[in-house]
C-alpha cells in the first residue's frame, strides 16, 4: 500500500464519527443507542391501574468531594446531568498527563453545555490538596463550572472508584513515595447515575468514539 492509499484510509478512519453522528441527525430516527451497565432486576410498578415493569441498573452511589475551587461538588450536583469521570493523581507522570489532555478535548468539545461535566477524582488526596488541584487544572485550561478536580478522604474516592464506577483503584504500599495503580478508563455517566460507557483514556480514537455517544446520548434524551 502507497502512502497515498495510506493517507486515504487514515482520513476515512478519522472522519467516520463525525459522519455516523451526522447520519444520525439528518435522518432523526436514532438506532444507534449506548449499554446501560450492569442491571440487577426488574421493578414492577402500576400506573393508571395497568402494572408496568422497568430494568433496573447499578447507579453511582452518592459522593461529595472539595473540588479545585475549594467548593463542594456531590453526586446531587451532577443529578439530571451527564457527565465523563475518571481517576488521577497530579504527581502520575505516566498516563494521567496523557488522560487529561484527552479530557481537554472533551471539554472543548462541549464547552459552555452544562448539561455536559468532567469529574476527575484524585487518589492521592493527601498530596493532591485543593491549591495543587488549582494549579494542576490551570494547566490544562480546565473551566472551573464544567470540569472539576476533586479531593476529600482517600477511603471514600477508593470505595467510590471500585463499587461505584466499578474499575481498579488504591495505593499499593503505604510509604511516602507514591506508588498509585488506577484504571486508565473513562466512564460515561448518565443523567439517573447509571454508566453507559468505558473508554480507554490515553487512546484518541476511543475519546473520538467517547465524544461521538456524548451527543448520541443527548439526543437520546431529546428524543
Keep these: 500500500m502507497n502512502k497515498f492509499m495510506k ?3 487514515l482520513i476515512i478512519l478519522l472522519a467516520l464519527p463525525v459522519f455516523l453522528y451526522i447520519f444520525l441527525r439528518v435522518f432523526g430516527q436514532n438506532k444507534y443507542s449506548l449499554p446501560v451497565y450492569y442491571p440487577q432486576g426488574v421493578d414492577s410498578v402500576q400506573v393508571d391501574g395497568k402494572w408496568k415493569v422497568d430494568s433496573v441498573y447499578h447507579t453511582i452511589t452518592p ?9 463542594k461538588i456531590s453526586g446531587a450536583a451532577v443529578k439530571g446531568k ?9 504527581r502520575c507522570g505516566s498516563i494521567c498527563p496523557k488522560m487529561s489532555s ?12 452544562q448539561d455536559i461535566k468532567i469529574l476527575s477524582f484524585s ?5 493532591d490538596s485543593v491549591e495543587v488541584l488549582k494549579n494542576y487544572a490551570a494547566q490544562y485550561k480546565a473551566e472551573s463550572n464544567q470540569w472539576h478536580f476533586l479531593t476529600g478522604d482517600k477511603h471514600k ?11 481498579a483503584v488504591g495505593k ?14 473513562l466512564m460515561l455517566i448518565d443523567k439517573q447515575g447509571r454508566i453507559r460507557g468505558y473508554y480507554n483514556g490515553v487512546s ?7 465524544i461521538l455517544e456524548i451527543k448520541v446520548l443527548l439526543q437520546e434524551y431529546k428524543g
Excluded at 499499593?172 to 478508563?185: A, L, Q
Design 7 to 9: 493517507a486515504g484510509v
Design 63 to 71: 459522593f461529595e468531594f472539595t473540588n479545585q475551587d475549594n467548593k
Design 82 to 90: 451527564i457527565y465523563v469521570a475518571d481517576f488521577f493523581f497530579t
Design 102 to 113: 484527552q479530557l481537554s478535548r472533551v471539554q472543548e468539545a462541549f464547552k459552555g453545555d
Design 123 to 127: 487518589i492521592d488526596p493527601e498530596h
Design 157 to 167: 474516592i477508593y470505595e467510590l472508584g471500585q463499587k461505584g464506577f466499578k474499575i
Design 172 to 185: 499499593e504500599k503505604e510509604e511516602v513515595t507514591p506508588d498509585y495503580f488506577h484504571s486508565s478508563r
Design 204 to 210: 484518541r480514537d476511543d475519546v473520538d468514539k467517547l
